[in-house]
């Protein structure tokens, strides 16, 4: 009965030593509390939007307010052309309308090197309905976005979003978002909760440092990629308002939700947005539900200026840039404009 | 194929089914699993399946699968106990050399108390009370990987992350292993539950016995091994001590749960015992105890239950269900009972559920906590929802589906999605734009009917600062609130949520 241990007293104490120093060492590293500092000043892109002039006027400068079916037909843009501040296309297909967006703005290459690491921001808000409630953004979309900044020469291409109804990998697939990217070779990516970091905004007017999620501000691209809906605090969640999932804690956020939002948009500053008005919802958004409250509107809208972005979407619900707070406050922060006057919008119907 | 290789065989076994086992408890948390195999270990126990239907008077299909179980003891003996139970292969691992001597000092008349549990948790059953089935080894087990060792396990892994995630050189390593477990093997969210102490305190407790007698569980506790051995005693084959024994006791050393009366004048293998685990057959010195065929029943022993203490047990459950049935946190309307979505009434609910929180395991908000008091000492441990923890996702069915009893139906999410679990109520002093003139709005934002349940009014008040501001204010519409709780638990407000869900 008298077995021998597999190791000694001595050993086993030698060996807890040895465990327990690696890991105080591991744990005592200057970065004991999270300064943000390192991630603030790598995190923060030097890109300013373009010019709202520059860019030669191919298409009639649209008016806020305007009649999107009101449009000026124009075949392919060439590829000379100069690059349109804002582009808008309407047509049957998802992923072409998406691909003659981007081409509109000088093509992926204009935002993709060789190599890149690209981050992709949905709205999978929920895993609650399939694409045809508007509730999150279009696969189809997403997909072609992958698939073009692939093309393009992207190394790797992750698609992510942090639900607040059901979780990350129920909503990846309910939305079929998940077979969308990857098919098309991007990844599927679960936001990891010991990963998020407290990062300054040093622009902030309302918070100054927000805990979130630190590959968005890492990538080598980001892409936002909101779907146009009804929203009942801020009247339409858009392009500013998709932000919300890279951070964690929402429920502070609303309590002055616009500038808050303009504050988070500060920080993250994604590099291109999207947006997919496909189908939209008008009411009883953000969560739906009710195919009544869905309008196929077959559009795509985008810019690098997110604010743009979003001024143009308020117009296919009847609004302006200025009846959401949040892109007002936007607009005053300077991240953008939400003057649809004074750029150069490219607008095309396909088919 | 000599004894020693069979019980290598057994070993084995008892390994693959631990392993199945986990997986499958690591599966059921990511909902990665077929409802068919996600209960299989609760289906193949009789102990549950003869509770449940006794307490349903009515036959489960779905606990058919028990008779397999059922159908080995009659054939060999307690197998499931030696072979397959995740929860005695455990206790068999952990067992401590000085066990063996202290368990000399134990009386086997201590056995009874196994009979004992299974005859007055099939008592009370019989009067639809289902409370001592938190003593079945698979729901205890299951209940502790759920509630206490898993959200550890999580907790631990997320820590340890965390800290490595600020040595920057580790960060593409870890990225590339959260890649690979997240989402398969790690769950999103941390879960926290209710009680883990005191169900790991039950679990743990039992390793403890272990130092007084080797399966000290097993060989006094277990009701579903009481079950079992009741059957074994009328096995077609039993364990028997040849003529060529020379009452050597070996086989008495080396059985772990104590099977072999060792008493020279009747030296024997108590079948009601014995866990087929061949470890007497493996060390018999002349090689003489064998399987045989018996015709008769098999002696009595001293420890078994009585005609008089079958009675009495009866009466116990009775008395046991009547007293638990009369407690006031029971019959009292509740307000914060609120059962997972499905549930008809209270009392049907708790004379179905097993307590083997598999719905708990599930759900993938943890909205499903173990209750303590909320239902009576009659309803622990049973699950309830809990909003401000978790709400019950509005695209999600899983808890019906991996119920072994059906005490949670099975529902298709259309149907789901209209069974009213509570309603909503807000409470206008602490609501943000009610009683600070704070814009707020979250809980109308989250709600998932598809016309929201809570409808916004603008009214113009005054904030902190004694200001004129327009803030929205969220009321709910009670014929459309279905009670998930996704309102109460966003709510911004710090604590107590300002709009609740009670039971309806």
Redesign the interface.
């Known amino acids: 009965m008298n077995r021998q241990p597999p190791f000694s007293r001595r050993t086993f104490l030698k060996l807890t030593a040895t465990l327990a120093a690696g890991a105080a060492l591991a744990s005592c590293t200057p970065n004991q509390k999270p300064t943000p500092a390192d991630i603030a000043t790598t995190g923060i892109k030097p890109t300013i939007p373009p010019n709202p002039t520059a860019g030669t006027v191919s298409a009639q400068p649209t008016q806020a307010g305007t009649n999107p079916t009101e449009t000026t037909s124009i075949p392919e843009p060439s590829p000379s052309a100069s690059p349109a501040y804002l582009a808008v296309t309407h047509g049957p297909d998802p992923a072409a309308i998406t691909r003659l967006a981007i081409q509109a703005l000088g093509g992926m290459a204009s935002f993709v090197s060789s190599g890149f690491d690209v981050i992709i921001k949905p709205n999978i808000c929920t895993d609650y309905h399939p694409p045809e409630y508007a509730t999150t953004t279009n696969p189809t979309v997403v997909g072609t976005l992958v698939t073009m900044c692939l093309e393009a020469g992207a190394r790797r291409v992750r698609v992510m979003d942090y639900p607040f109804g059901g979780t990350a990998t129920s909503a990846y697939a309910f939305s079929g978002i998940g077979d969308a990217v990857e098919a098309a070779g991007g990844e599927m990516h679960v936001m990891i909760p010991s990963k998020y970091k407290f990062v300054d905004i040093p622009q902030g007017r309302d918070i100054t440092s927000v805990n979130i999620y630190p590959d968005i501000l890492e990538a080598d691209l980001l892409v936002n990629v909101p779907i146009a809906k009804q929203h009942g605090s801020t009247g339409l969640t858009l392009g500013a308002k998709n932000l919300m999932g890279t951070i964690l804690d929402r429920g502070m956020m609303h309590m002055n939700l616009s500038q808050r939002i303009a504050d988070l948009t500060s920080l993250v500053r994604p590099d291109l947005t999207v947006i997919d008005a496909v189908r939209i919802l008008t009411a009883n958004g953000p969560t739906g539900g009710d195919l009544g409250d869905v309008s196929q509107m077959d559009t795509i809208i985008a810019s690098r200026d997110i604010v743009a972005a979003d001024a143009y979407a308020t117009t296919l619900f009847g609004l302006t840039g200025s009846d959401i707070g949040y892109i007002q406050a936007c607009a005053e922060m300077g991240l953008g404009t939400m003057d649809l006057g004074t750029i150069t919008i490219q607008e095309i119907q396909l088919g | 194929m000599s004894w020693a290789s069979w019980r290598r065989l057994r070993q084995a076994t008892q390994v693959l089914f631990f392993v199945f086992y986990i997986i499958l408890v690591f599966a059921v948390v ?2 990665r699993v077929a409802p068919a195999l996600a209960d299989i270990f609760f289906r193949l126990d009789p102990f549950t399946a003869l509770g449940a239907m006794l307490a349903n008077r009515e036959w489960i299909a779905k606990f058919g699968l028990a008779l397999v179980t059922v159908g080995v003891t009659l054939t060999i003996g307690r197998v499931w106990c030696g072979w397959i139970c995740p929860l005695g292969s455990l206790l068999e691992w952990v067992s401590f ?1 000085k066990a063996r001597q202290r368990a000399k000092s134990i009386s086997p008349r201590f056995r009874l108390v196994k009979y004992f549990l299974l005859a007055t948790s099939v008592a009370m059953a019989l009067f639809s009370g289902l409370t001592l089935f938190i003593f079945d080894p698979l729901t205890i087990f299951t209940r502790t990987l759920t509630t206490a060792i898993l959200p550890a396990l999580f907790y631990a892994v ?2 340890i ?8 050189l580790l960060a593409p390593a870890l990225d590339g292993f ?2 690979w477990v ?2 398969t093997v790690l ?4 879960p926290a539950y209710a009680q883990n102490l005191a169900i790991a305190g039950l679990f743990f407790s039992l390793f403890a016995l272990n130092l007084l007698a080797h399966r000290f569980w097993c060989r006094y506790l277990c009701p579903l091994g009481a079950l079992l051995g009741l059957l074994s005693k009328v096995s077609l084959f039993r364990p028997v001590i040849g003529t060529a024994c020379t009452q050597c006791s070996r086989c008495a050393v080396v059985c772990k749960p104590g099977a072999v009366n060792a008493d020279p004048e009747d030296f024997h293998i108590m079948p009601s015992e014995c866990t087929v685990c061949l470890d007497c057959m493996a060390n018999c010195k002349p090689g003489d105890i064998h399987f045989r065929f018996q015709s008769k029943p098999a002696q009595r022993e001293e420890f078994d239950l009585s005609r008089r203490g079958a009675l009495g047990t009866l009466a116990t459950g009775a008395a046991g269900v009547i007293l638990l049935g009369t407690d006031l946190r029971l019959r009292q309307e509740n307000p914060w009972r609120i059962r997972p979505p499905g549930v008809a009434g209270e009392d049907e609910f708790l004379s179905t559920c097993i307590r083997c929180s598999q719905c708990m395991k599930i759900c ?1 908000t943890t909205a499903l906590q173990p209750t303590l008091t909320e239902a009576g000492l009659a309803g622990l441990w049973t699950p309830l929802v809990v909003p401000r923890v978790g709400y019950c ?4 069915t899983a808890c019906g589906q991996v119920c072994p009893s059906g005490a949670i139906p099975l529902l298709r999410l259309e149907e789901k999605r209209l069974k009213v679990i509570g309603k909503a109520i807000i409470d206008r002093n602490r609501c ?1 734009p009610w009683a600070s003139g ?5 809980c ?9 349940s809570i409808t ?1 009014e603008e009214a113009e008040v005054m904030d902190a600062n004694g200001q004129p501001v327009i803030v ?1 204010r969220p009321s709910v519409l009670r014929s459309l609130c279905i009670g998930c709780g ?1 309102c109460e638990h ?3 407000l710090e604590g107590t949520a300002a709009i609740r869900v009670y039971d309806a």
Request: charged fraction near 25%; include cysteine; proline fraction near 13%.
């Open positions: 990511q909902k050399h997320n820590s992350e965390a800290a490595l995630y600020r040595v920057g959260e890649g997240r989402g769950p999103v969210e941390q993938p996702d509005y695209g999600c943000l704070v814009p707020c709005i979250v109308e934002e989250m709600c998932p009917t598809p016309q929201k916004l929205k996704i966003y709510c911004p």
